[in-house]
Every structure is written in structure tokens, then in C-alpha cells.
């Protein structure tokens, strides 16, 4: 069992040893990630703010459905308390956030979902049933 160094934004919370990889991480990409870290924060904050905004995106879309809306709003606070985290360690190394230049491969997975908002809960129910082995894990009513 791997184990690796405990996340300086979250202290305690889930490492590698807790994360089932499907595949070991490429020391390349480990050394890339290191030399070029300050850009991993920044990346790190503008994916924190992504994960705030579409909970928040999703309560939106869906406020009548049992459950959704506060655990969405439970979500948002989380990942806005993550995002406050690494812009203070951004402003610590003297970064700024700037603008999300986005990422191509985001991008081009984006277009191949569906739209609208029927199309989008369906997306999200599927992708529900393709993580089957989360049931039980991930609740809205909590
Ligand atoms: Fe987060």
C-alpha cells in the first residue's frame, strides 16, 4: 500500500492510501508536477472553483429534487472552504489566481455530453449508474 505525504490544503483528510488508483501515477508526470508546482496551484484553485460553482450550477438545475439542493449547497461550501485554502497558499508564494484559460480536454468532454436540463440530470444519472460501486456512498439526503 502506497502512502504519500498528507495534503497541505486538507491536513488528514483522504490520501493515496485511501484512493484506489486504476493505474500508478507516471514519475514523469510527478517530476513535470514538481518543477512546474506554482501552475498545479493555480490549476488546483481554478478546479476548486469549478467544484463550488457547479454544485451550486446543479442546485440550480434541479431544486425540486428530494434532497439535492441541501446536499449541493453542503458540497459548495466544502469546496469554496478548499478554494479559500489554496488561494491563501497561492498569495503565501506570492501567485495570483488570474483567468482559467480552460482545458482542451475539459472542453472536448463537455461537448460530448447532452444539454438542456432534462438532458443534463439524465447525464448525471448515468454517470450515477456507471458508478455503481459507489452506491450507497453517495447520498443526496444526508
Ligand atoms: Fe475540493
Do not use: I, N
Not at 7 to 30: H, K, M, N, Y
Not at 47 to 55: D, P, S
Not at 81 to 89: D, I, R, T
Amino acid at each position: 500500500m502506497r502512502t504519500g505525504p498528507s495534503c497541505p490544503v486538507s491536513p488528514g483528510r483522504a490520501t493515496s492510501a485511501d484512493v484506489q488508483l486504476l493505474c500508478e501515477t507516471s514519475p514523469a508526470w510527478v517530476k513535470l508536477a514538481l518543477e512546474c508546482f506554482d501552475q498545479v496551484l493555480v490549476d488546483h484553485a481554478h478546479c476548486e472553483k469549478k467544484a463550488a460553482a457547479h454544485a451550486l450550477s446543479m442546485l440550480a438545475a434541479f431544486p425540486d429534487v428530494p434532497g439535492l439542493p441541501r446536499a449541493m449547497a453542503r458540497l459548495a461550501r466544502e469546496e469554496a472552504g478548499h478554494l479559500a485554502k489554496v488561494l491563501a497558499l497561492l498569495e503565501s508564494r506570492g501567485l495570483s489566481l488570474g483567468r482559467d484559460g480552460g482545458d482542451p480536454y475539459a472542453k472536448g468532454l463537455q461537448e460530448l455530453m447532452r444539454h438542456g436540463s432534462r438532458e443534463r440530470r439524465l447525464e448525471t444519472k448515468t454517470r450515477q449508474q456507471r458508478t455503481k460501486g459507489l452506491r450507497g456512498k453517495v447520498r443526496w439526503d444526508g
